[in-house]
């Protein structure tokens, strides 16, 4: 386990585990005598400092230089985005027309509190159409593939039959249905989150500590390319926009002990994405 050594007074330096912010991280605010017994106190030598007094003077001046940034950052919630894809490629054939079909499920929650979420940014995977760039005209031509993306919340509860499951007429609509790839960037659908009882007003869904689950729906053109392939992805924690205080509160990595930071056995979150069917 390596040491963090801090001068903290003339001679006089602490010298702590790299693992005390993580333990720490488990006690509140203000400072207690259990931070005493983290740290030993010495000089330039390595000799140790005996005095109680001065092992208190260490545990404070440890809790204001160390403690209390890195507890304000970590009780900042963050969320947490799990994904499900909905779509087999190996067994599912998208007819031409086909509306709504769910393509990914997105669990979120947060680390503590709640935390605005106002928008989403897609990526399309697979050969479909997503849209082109007329230079000539400067001008972005949408897919011609596929007619409309729409975000869904999931509108039971745990426990209720249709908990997790998408179903469009019951789900609430929480976008406009008038984005599709290829509007303002080829292959990219930005889409702003709605009012679900005014849908031509944006309105944030506020993330908490109680997961909430969101689908991702597709619409096909009558016309849309037989053959191609088509899935959705969300290729960083950019794609999901959740901002407080200037920064986008989406964690990049799965936090699994709870410590805001990030440990060598927790990985990536993104990117997060379906699987890519066949259009017949």
């Known amino acids: ?24 991280l488990n006690y509140p605010i203000p400072c207690t005598v259990n931070y005493v017994t983290m740290a030993k106190l010495h000089d330039n030598a390595g000799k140790p400092f005996r005095t109680t007094l001065l092992k208190y003077f260490a545990a404070i001046s440890l809790l204001i230089l160390i403690i209390a940034p890195v507890k304000i950052f970590a009780i900042t919630p963050q ?13 599912l ?12 499920r997105l669990d979120m929650v947060t680390s503590s509190s709640t935390v605005p979420w106002t928008r989403i940014t897609l990526a399309l995977t697979g050969s479909a159409d997503g ?15 596929i007619e409309s993306v ?9 426990g209720q039959e249709g908990w997790k499951v998408f ?16 509007q303002l960037q080829p292959g990219i659908c930005v889409i702003n989150l709605k009012n679900p009882s005014d849908l031509s007003s944006d309105m944030a869904q506020d993330i908490s500590e109680s997961t909430a ?27 999901v926009q959740a901002w407080v205080d200037g920064i986008n509160r989406v964690y990049d990595y799965y936090d699994y002990n709870g410590n805001g930071i990030r440990d060598d056995d927790e ?10 069917p066949p259009i017949i």
Do not use: C, H
Request: glycine share 6%.
């Open 213 to 239: 689950t969101y689908f991702v729906a597709f619409s096909f053109a009558n016309s849309a390319a037989p053959g191609t392939t088509v899935g959705v992805k969300l290729t960083n924690s950019s794609a």
């Open 1 to 24: 386990m390596r040491e963090i050594s801090l001068l903290i007074f003339k001679n006089i330096f602490i010298t702590f585990k790299k693992n005390i912010i993580a333990t720490i």
């Open 131 to 145: 849209g082109v760039y007329d230079s000539q005209n400067d001008e972005y031509i949408p897919s011609t593939d």
């Open 79 to 91: 969320i947490t985005v799990y994904s499900t894809n909905l779509v087999d490629e190996d067994t």
């Open 93 to 104: 054939q998208i007819e031409q027309g086909t509306s709504k079909l769910g393509m990914l």
């Open 167 to 182: 179903l469009s007429s019951t789900d609430t609509l929480i976008s406009s249905g008038n984005e599709t790839f290829g």
């Open 150 to 158: 729409r975000i869904y919340k999931d509108a039971q509860s745990s």
């Open 267 to 276: 990985p990536d979150i993104f990117p997060l994405s379906s699987e890519s």
